[in-house]
């Protein structure tokens, strides 16, 4: 079981719980404002866009170059930025923190 | 096994170039080919407008035969934004299981229908059939509605003679007219109305604005959803084990519908105007003249894609652009996304093969590039 974190836009805490699939479907299925997921998962859409906590990067480790080229566009992302969907729920993630992005 | 094949026209320019051009009455277009090209263009809103005169980034271009501004399409940030929040959340609607279920419906329905006969036209009597019936859930209106546009036949702008064709284009927008009036006269919680209903700032929307939301709604929606539809079942047709393979692995249809729509790429691109002299991969852009985001070559470019021309069902990390990208990408991919999802899923829980009959394609001229985009008329058997 890992535990997950996400402070939305509206600087709401939600602490979800899992074992298994993405970051961005347990987001997703527990309606967190501000992860839409729409392309499922694909990492087409950046629609799941986070910002890891500092102090959290060495749980979640480096973006791909497609997922860094998404978010090279994107105005609202910076060097802790992630797309969730690309995240896979470990115990390695249990505690981390999710600040989710602003959208454009 | 390569009837139901979408060769990709844009290789060699592609890579030697990064950019085609074709002209389009006089008005050229610059086709921005490369994904990461194309995603740099479409973020660069400043540069590359959709504001430009109602019609001109629509290839072939629309300013001979409308004048409304399609919304919130047409129109650049920071005015975009204010219709896009506006009109989003109707358009996530689809994401409802009761919405999920209704459309279920629908397809059930014409699939059963289609197994009933011995062969279907499927552009005609199959996927303009569920592209119209699954039009009514979006706009809530009532299902019969659908028998009027299925009436028009698949083509809201194209007719056999030409391109575009201004009495086609105008049943289109009389019938819009009509509608909104009656929307005025009867208000009820349909599209139309909610719209007439709604304010920006404080400022309800004109009918102009109704009208603009709507044309983008009908015409966005139509060809794209048509050739979606019809272009999958001829790859179904042959690929049974496709079909099966969805059938007992249905937890692999997201990244199928995905991968359709990234293979198919339903639109093949959409224009831009420069807003200033610019560049584009080393290529001059003049103010004032058109680009092309052509997201049917994005979709194959081989540095991003392994096997691109191939469809790989189960593709994991698949970028595509297919829904366009940045600011204006589509409002419908939602409602599009839940029709290819339920469509993947019915057909692998009721159609064992598909038999291909007979079919006709439809291939784009642009330019040099000769484009298949789906089929004019396809005839198969359905079997059980």
């Not at chain 2, 506006?86 to 409802?96: A, G, H, M, N, V």
């Not at chain 2, 397809?107 to 039009?135: C, H, M, P, W, Y």
């Not at chain 2, 019938?175 to 404080?202: F, H, W």
């Amino acid at each position: 079981m890992a535990k997950i974190t996400f402070i939305t836009t509206e600087k709401e805490e939600i602490t979800l719980e899992a074992s298994t699939g993405s970051v961005m479907q347990l987001a997703v299925d527990n309606n967190v404002p501000g992860i839409d997921g729409d392309c499922g998962g694909v990492c087409s859409c950046a629609t799941c866009h986070v910002h890891v906590a500092p102090e959290h990067t060495a749980k979640t480790g480096e973006a791909s170059e497609i997922e860094t080229d998404m978010l090279e566009l994107d105005d609202n992302a910076n060097e802790y930025s992630r797309l969730c969907c690309q995240l896979e729920i470990s115990e390695a993630l249990d505690g981390l923190v999710l600040q989710v992005a602003e959208s454009d | 096994m390569n009837k139901s094949a979408h060769p990709d026209p844009f290789k060699k320019a592609r890579t030697e170039t990064g950019m085609g051009k074709m002209d389009d009455q006089n008005d050229p277009v610059k086709m921005v080919l490369g994904l990461k090209d194309v995603r740099k263009c479409a973020h660069n809103w400043k540069a590359f407008q959709s504001g430009a005169e109602p019609g001109r980034i629509v290839i072939p271009s629309e300013v001979n035969i409308r004048d409304t501004r399609q919304i919130p399409f047409e129109v650049d940030p920071p005015e975009h934004k204010g219709y896009r929040n506006l009109i989003e959340p109707w358009f996530k609607r689809p994401l409802e299981k009761e919405y999920q279920e209704k459309l279920k419906a629908i397809i059930s329905t014409i699939i059963d229908e289609a197994l009933a006969k011995d062969t279907v036209e499927v552009f005609g009597n199959f996927s303009l059939q569920l592209q119209s019936r699954a039009l009514t859930l979006l706009l809530n209106i009532p299902f019969e509605e659908s028998e009027t546009w299925i009436g028009w036949g698949a083509h809201v702008f194209r007719s056999e003679e030409s391109d575009l064709d201004a009495d086609k284009a105008n049943i289109l927008y009389n019938y819009i007219d009509q509608e909104i009036e009656k929307a005025i006269a009867n208000p009820g919680e349909d599209l139309y109305s909610v719209l007439l209903n709604s304010e920006i700032d404080g400022k309800k929307l004109t009918k102009e604005e109704v009208k603009g939301v709507m044309i983008l709604t009908f015409a966005g929606g139509r060809d794209t959803v048509i050739n979606s539809i019809t272009n999958s079942i001829a790859y179904f047709s042959e690929h049974p084990a496709s079909l099966k393979w969805l059938k007992e692995n249905p937890e692999i249809t997201n990244t199928a519908v995905e991968e359709l729509i990234r293979y198919f790429s339903p639109l093949t691109q959409m224009g831009r105007v420069a807003t200033k002299d610019t560049m584009v991969c080393e290529h001059a852009i003049k103010a004032d003249t058109r680009i092309s985001l052509c997201w049917a070559s994005a979709n194959r470019d081989e540095r991003v894609f392994e096997n691109p021309n191939e469809i790989v069902l189960d593709r994991k990390i698949n970028p595509h652009i297919a829904f366009g990208f940045g600011t204006h990408n589509c409002l419908g991919a939602t409602h599009a996304r839940q029709i290819m999802h339920i469509l993947l899923t019915t057909l692998a829980q009721k159609v064992s093969s598909i038999d291909l009959i007979d079919f006709k394609e439809n291939i784009e001229e642009l330019g040099d590039f000769k484009r298949k985009v789906g089929y004019d008329s396809i005839t198969v058997k359905f079997n059980a």
